[in-house]
């Protein structure tokens, strides 16, 4: 079989947008996904995607809104650019089939329903019920997976990127299939990252298992430079149950009137911390529910929507009310437990305008990206946007630049002759849960410096431990996840220590001041520091 002109490894949003609009322009590209094609954050994501479309809104709206909750540190350029461009994402999204709520009444069939979310000034997102994910991922990997120019590769992991390290140019990925453990050596004009956010480097998360931070570890690892990695998203309310660890309860909720309460007293507490109550964004939430928590000693907090009509909650929210009715709880008789979790990844790879990355012919879209677009806090509802955007723009510089790029080079086999097989996978699997306790404990909602120091003395240990094990024994999906996990925590501590403020996602007991200028924490990729 011949090499794709374009390798994309990830089968988001970001990935399959890429595929498409690049296949659609007469390109073959191969599309690697860790398990199968229709997988990853994207399917779990229930809110929508921001874009002005109503008339009492505006882009100014849209980019004033996304500045202030990037608290100083988002690139105006790229708001501007990302927030320009979301009408057309959800035209284009509509194009290829996919099915958005539409508003009741008179106006069903000619307006798409708009939801409000935390930070939002104004109703500007777009949603397919609570299941928006759902709806975008399984089109386009229903239409990626029909298309002749888009190769599928399921089940596999990418192990590391092939760079000429003279050039600084990307020549293609290893990769490992799951089911057979082995590594295969892909060639390509270019590569695309599009591989999501690190948010399983937590014990609690909101994502899918594969989070593992792969784009960012292995971009590091080839030069790239990482940027504002201390900004980690924690979602307020993830389900609090013994059977369920990381259904995310949709912020769309709280934008349509639940509010948050303690446990034993009823109390609704948020008015306490923000005179925006439960729409204030969601770092401000998230640490309210943390505060309340640690000074009560209880495990959740409540999210109670109860005062609204079952039938309201039923059409809106079908897909939480189902689950949550699985697990024995009717939300329209009875508040939700929930929790603060990690949920998305504010930092990583260093992208200009047109989704290039530090690296020639590597380009990153998506969670994976650092774009300047979220600054020190996400906006809800921009990420899908991001993807939309981003991979639109890599899309027409690509179709652009490929007739040009080097053609595909015979690659050097991965070469596992002089490892071993493992008799001790148990050290993968502590290793991992150990990672995950620390950073939860050290490196959460609020650190300090005597935190962050015991992190990264456990991180050292464990980068130690993982890269000898690597060295000796052959790889499997769990190991390259773990050591790519233990990369980007890294990368996570010694930014967050570097930081000596609090902003945003960031807040330390050691500096709660916010510094008067905003500046980006930019770490050298590994090749361009050694």
Not at 195 to 224: E, F, K
Not at 338 to 350: D, E, I, K, L
Request: charged share 20%; hydrophobic share 40%.
């Amino acid at each position: 079989m011949s090499d794709p002109e374009v390798l994309i490894l990830g089968s988001g949003a970001a990935g399959l947008s890429l595929a498409l609009r690049l296949a659609q322009q007469g390109h073959v590209v191969t599309v690697v996904s860790k398990s199968s094609l229709a997988s990853g954050s994207t399917l779990w994501a229930q809110g929508g995607i921001s874009a002005v479309l109503d008339a009492d809104d505006s882009l100014e709206n849209h980019v004033s809104d996304t500045l202030v909750a990037g608290a100083g540190l988002c690139d105006e350029r790229a708001v501007r650019f990302t927030v320009e461009r979301g009408p057309a994402a959800i035209r284009w999204l509509i194009e290829q089939g996919v099915v958005f709520t539409q508003e009741e009444g008179d106006e069903r069939g000619r307006n798409l329903h708009l939801t409000r979310e935390g930070g939002h000034s104004h109703r500007r997102v777009v949603h397919a019920a609570d299941a928006t994910g759902r709806a975008v991922e399984t089109t386009l990997a229903s239409l990626a997976g029909s298309h002749p120019n888009i190769r599928v590769r399921e089940n596999c992991v990418a192990v590391d990127l092939i760079v000429d390290h003279a050039n600084k140019r990307v020549l293609g990925a290893y990769l490992l299939d799951i089911e057979t453990d082995q590594v295969t050596a892909i060639a390509a004009k270019a590569v695309a990252l599009c591989t999501g956010g690190a948010n399983q480097v937590y014990l609690y998360s909101s994502n899918p298992h594969g989070a593992s931070g792969d784009g960012i570890a292995m971009a590091w690892r080839a030069g790239c430079r990482v940027a504002n990695m201390e900004f980690m998203q924690f979602h307020p309310t993830t389900l609090y149950h013994k059977d369920e660890r990381s259904f995310l309860i949709s912020e769309a909720l709280r934008g349509e009137g639940a509010v948050l309460k303690l446990p034993e007293s009823g109390e609704r507490f948020m008015p306490r911390f923000d005179a925006r109550g439960e729409l204030a964004p969601r770092d401000i939430v998230a640490r309210a529910i943390d505060h309340e928590m640690k000074r009560l000693g209880i495990q959740h907090v409540l999210l109670d929507i109860t005062h609204k009509p079952a039938t309201f909650i039923r059409t809106h929210f079908p897909s939480i009310f189902a689950h949550c009715l699985e697990l024995g709880l009717n939300i329209t008789r009875e508040p939700i437990p929930v929790v603060p979790s990690a949920h998305f990844t504010c930092g990583g790879v260093m992208t200009d305008l047109r989704s290039r990355t530090d690296v020639d012919g590597l380009y990153a879209i998506g969670e994976v990206t650092c774009t300047g677009l979220h600054g020190a806090n996400r906006l809800a509802s921009n990420s899908l946007l991001e993807c939309l955007a981003f991979a639109e723009a890599a899309a027409a510089d690509l179709h652009e630049r490929l007739p040009s790029l080097p053609a595909p080079v015979a690659l050097r086999p991965w070469d596992d002759s002089r490892v071993t097989d493992s008799d001790e996978d148990v050290v993968v699997s502590h290793n991992w849960l150990e990672l995950r306790r620390f950073m939860w404990d050290y490196v959460g909602i609020v650190r300090t410096n005597k935190r962050l120091e015991r992190a990264q003395h456990r991180v050292d240990l464990l980068k130690q431990e993982i890269q000898e094990y690597y060295g000796n024994y052959r790889i499997n999906a769990g190991l390259v996840e773990l050591r790519n996990l233990v990369t980007v925590a890294d990368l996570i501590v010694r930014s967050a220590l570097l930081r000596k403020e609090s902003r945003g996602l960031h807040f330390t007991l050691d500096y709660p001041q916010t510094l008067p200028e905003a500046l980006p924490t930019i770490l050298p990729g590994r090749a361009a520091s050694h």
